[in-house]
């Protein structure tokens, strides 16, 4: 009896063995997956918010790609094309006139020169330079920024250049001719909302609820618009002629709309990114645009017909052969 309990003991024994073993050898031979980083923003910002959805969707599908994407925190656009043009970051996020300056060695760039591995995977959506400015500032044009208190963003963000372009425009020398403040979206919103700032610029995608928060001000706000328009547009090939209505922001004091510039937010990585790896990315996030808007609503721009419109730098091979199998126009 004791005999026959040992052998039907080691019976069952036998096949629980064989499934461990099993196991660990499926474990064993599975394909480890790609860590793909992805330069962002600062945390809880724009481009902080686009990367985490665009890594939250992607990563739903790595078992099928082999790709796990992850979201690194950085300064903004500036510092996102430095980090991938040095290798730190295979993707990262920027505006098209920073990414334009990289891949021609001009601005921020004109020292270190031509980054020329640079390249576009597409065009997200358009960001627009905006200016706010309070109600009892007397700021009703950027020539009234003369001697005034104004944010015009941190180093490393787009929004800094921005604001320098559209001061120029105007005349005004912005290291001599405004209080300038620089400082990270947050404290700039917080200054503002307390009346320790007369105006500040941000560039952003329309609706944005940053500027709605600012329409709360003390005394209200008011979208400004530019002066120099088109002189920026035929200097700057990268800038697009843009809008902000009266519709978006109903508490802002304006009678008319915002006439302004604006850049596309880029996707982007670099020559030296596998073709695989970048063909894989852009097709599973396309094959899933529907879902983005739900995290990101600026990601409906990616079913738009003008994706690859106003891109600096060339398009990489990867990104170019899912266009192709998608059918999507190559400018």
């Known amino acids: 009896m004791r005999v026959a309990k040992k052998a039907a003991r080691t019976l069952i024994a036998i096949p629980a063995l064989l499934l461990v073993l099993l196991c660990v050898s499926c474990a064993e031979t599975e394909s480890p997956l790609t860590s793909v980083k992805v330069g962002a923003g600062t945390p809880a910002g724009i481009y902080d918010d686009l990367v985490r959805a665009l890594a939250r969707i992607l990563n739903q599908h790595q078992a099928s790609t082999g790709i796990r994407l992850e ?57 627009v330079v905006t200016l706010v400015a309070g109600g009892g500032s007397g700021v009703l044009s950027v020539a009234d920024l003369q001697g005034k208190r104004v944010d015009i963003g941190l180093a490393g963000s787009g929004t800094r250049q921005n604001a320098i372009d559209a001061l120029e425009a105007a005349g005004l020398n912005w290291q001599e001719d405004i209080q300038l403040s620089e400082m990270n979206l947050d404290d700039r919103l917080a200054a503002f909302l307390q009346g320790e700032l007369d105006a500040f610029f941000f560039t952003v995608g329309h609706p944005s609820k940053e500027i709605k928060f ?22 700057n090939p990268y800038y697009s002629s843009q809008a902000i209505p009266l519709g978006r922001y109903p508490r802002a004091l304006n009678e008319a709309s ?67 199998e998608a059918g999507i126009s190559i400018p």
């Open 71 to 127: 979201s690194v925190a950085s300064l903004g656009s500036v510092a996102n094309v430095n980090a991938v043009a040095a290798g730190d970051v295979q993707f990262g996020v920027a505006q098209a006139d920073d990414l334009f300056n990289a891949v021609n060695g001009l601005g921020e760039w004109a020292d270190k020169g031509a980054q020329e591995d640079l390249r576009s995977v597409v065009g997200i959506y358009s960001e």
């Open 214 to 235: 600012a329409t709360f001000a003390r005394g209200g706000a008011r979208l400004i618009s530019l002066a120099g328009i088109d002189s920026l547009l035929v200097a």
């Open 258 to 324: 915002a006439r302004t510039v604006g850049v596309r937010a880029t996707l982007f990585t670099s020559a030296n990114v596998s073709d695989d790896v970048v063909y894989a990315v852009t097709k599973t996030a396309f094959e899933n645009a529907e879902k983005f808007p739900e995290y990101f609503p600026a990601f409906a721009e990616l079913r738009s017909g003008d994706i690859l419109e106003g891109l600096a730098a060339p398009l990489h091979p990867g990104a170019v052969k899912y266009f192709k």
